[in-house]
């Protein structure tokens, strides 16, 4: 069945990085734009970032441009997102999520803990 | 950047009965409205895309109306398990946004 799977989320201490991944099976990876949406703790969703299906067009949020990098291998069937310089106002679960009609498959989150 | 004002923020309703969810855009946005349900430590689901098409195994009780800045998610006869913050989303113009969310308390 159609499914994407994230990791890579944990503690991390202000400043730090992280490399978010996301594992897609069920349909033509390469087929499709992706995006990856955070929610902080008890808040709303927002969307962090997408990527072209082949991967040459990116649109990042303003609140982490310059700080995250979202890539693909569609040899692999799966997303990254390279978070650098990490702040407390990171801290949340991200979703990586297919874009068509709307987002209509999401993962079931990783969650992203800024702390010192 | 778009933004998208809900109404209500919260509901607490009966089973059975019909409720209706409000989604303003500031700019019109044509017919690139998605609606969303998430229950409590789930990821959200798509319940309708492009304002009004329902998407694949969602329950015919949910169905969406509207386009340029004014949008209706309406759920008939109500039931248990549709507790939840239900989110519209807009893919007109980038950034993506989401609306702030409704939260749905069944009495």
């Known amino acids: 069945q159609v499914q994407l799977v994230e990791s890579g989320g944990g503690l991390v201490k202000p400043g730090g990085s992280l490399r978010l991944s996301c594992a897609a099976s069920?349909?033509?990876?390469?087929?499709?734009?992706m995006s990856w949406i955070r929610q902080a703790p008890g808040k709303g969703l927002e969307w962090v970032s997408y990527?072209?299906?082949?991967?040459?067009?990116?649109y990042y949020a303003d609140s982490v441009k310059g700080r995250f990098t979202i890539s693909r291998d569609n040899a692999k069937n799966s997303l990254y997102l390279q978070m650098n310089s990490l702040r407390a106002e990171d801290t949340a679960v991200y979703y990586c999520?297919?874009?068509?009609?709307?987002?209509?498959?999401w993962g079931q989150g990783t969650t992203v803990t800024v702390s010192s | 950047e778009i933004v998208l004002t809900q109404s209500p923020d919260f509901q607490s309703v009966t089973p059975k009965e019909k409720v209706t969810i409000t989604c303003r855009a500031s700019q019109s946005i044509g017919s690139s409205l998605h609606w969303y349900q998430q229950k409590p430590d789930q990821s959200p689901k798509l319940l309708i895309k492009y304002a009004s098409q329902s998407f694949s195994g969602v329950p015919s009780r949910f169905s969406g109306s509207g386009s340029g800045t004014d949008f209706t998610l309406t759920i008939n006869s109500l039931e248990a398990e549709d507790a939840a913050t239900y989110y519209c989303?807009?893919?007109?113009?980038?950034?993506?946004?989401f609306g702030q969310g409704t939260r749905l308390e069944i009495k």
């Open positions: 989303h807009q893919s007109s113009s980038l950034p993506p946004t």
């Open positions: 069920g349909f033509t990876f390469s087929d499709y734009y």
């Open positions: 990527i072209s299906s082949s991967g040459s067009t990116i």
């Open positions: 999520a297919r874009v068509s009609g709307g987002t209509d498959v």
